[in-house]
């Protein structure tokens, strides 16, 4: 079966960098998930997005952007990048309505500030 | 809101035997529901086990069962016949059942398996 699948899978940027994640979730789900999980921390939700639509927003800091485009996909862009912002971003996807609203990650992009 | 709190950092369990991880919550929402997520040191969360609140049965696959008690908010994990491959962190994680909400996250507990 199709899983989430993220791009790049390895980043590495210089402070002050910006950063562009990319998320395509499984075919036929209509919410995207991003999560950042820190070193030694669990992971906590930035924002996601249904139907193209913003539905929830976290702890996402302003210098991050993301978006669902037409076909589903989603980016999240990261600007003015801090050491503080290397950490394992995570991409879900999840149909509304799905059994146990469950959410099905990707493998994560993990991003590396210097 | 929702909150998830896992109080044992670090577990540590012999090959083949059992072992329990511990989770309570909080949420203010009648139905909801829980989830077990394994993450090996690949970091890719892998779903190890959920269960819907509404439902009393505990949620049973293979060697890995939990302990569902809606009262006390609690809900730990058992694994039976423990394998090195068990080895890992564990996060319990809940979600209300209202259309797209977001996982909430415990702070994990990490696995050692001894040989």
């Known amino acids: 079966a199709a899983g989430v699948i993220q791009s790049p899978r390895h980043l590495i940027k210089e402070k002050r960098e910006t950063a562009t994640l990319k998320c395509y979730p499984i075919?036929?789900?209509?919410?995207v998930y991003w999560y950042q999980q820190g070193p030694g921390q669990d992971p906590q939700f930035l924002i996601s997005?249904?139907?193209?639509?913003?539905?929830d927003k976290g702890s996402i800091p302003d210098r991050f952007s993301a978006q669902q485009f037409s076909d589903y996909h989603s980016e999240l862009n990261m600007s003015s990048l801090e050491l503080g912002d290397s950490a394992l971003y995570f991409c879900?996807?999840?149909?509304?309505?799905?059994?146990?609203?469950?959410?099905?990650f990707g493998p994560g992009t993990r991003l590396t500030v210097l | 809101a929702q909150t998830v709190t896992q109080s044992q950092p670090e577990m540590s369990v012999q090959e083949a035997e059992t072992v329990t991880l511990s989770c309570t919550y909080d949420?203010?929402?009648?139905?909801?529901?829980l989830f077990w997520y394994k993450q090996p040191p690949s970091r890719q969360m892998i779903l190890v086990i959920r269960q819907e609140a509404y439902k009393q049965q505990n949620a049973t696959e293979n060697r890995f069962s939990v302990n569902f008690q809606k009262a006390a908010k609690s809900f730990s994990l058992k694994i039976s016949d423990s394998q090195l491959g068990d080895a890992a962190m564990y996060f319990c994680?809940?979600?209300?059942?209202?259309?797209?909400?977001?996982?909430?996250f415990g702070t994990g507990t990490r696995l050692t398996i001894i040989p």
């Open positions: 997005f249904y139907e193209k639509m913003q539905s």
């Open positions: 075919p036929r789900h209509d919410t």
């Open positions: 879900a996807s999840s149909k509304i309505g799905g059994s146990y609203n469950e959410q099905f």
């Open positions: 949420t203010s929402e009648s139905d909801y529901y």
């Open positions: 994680a809940s979600i209300s059942n209202f259309g797209n909400e977001k996982l909430t």
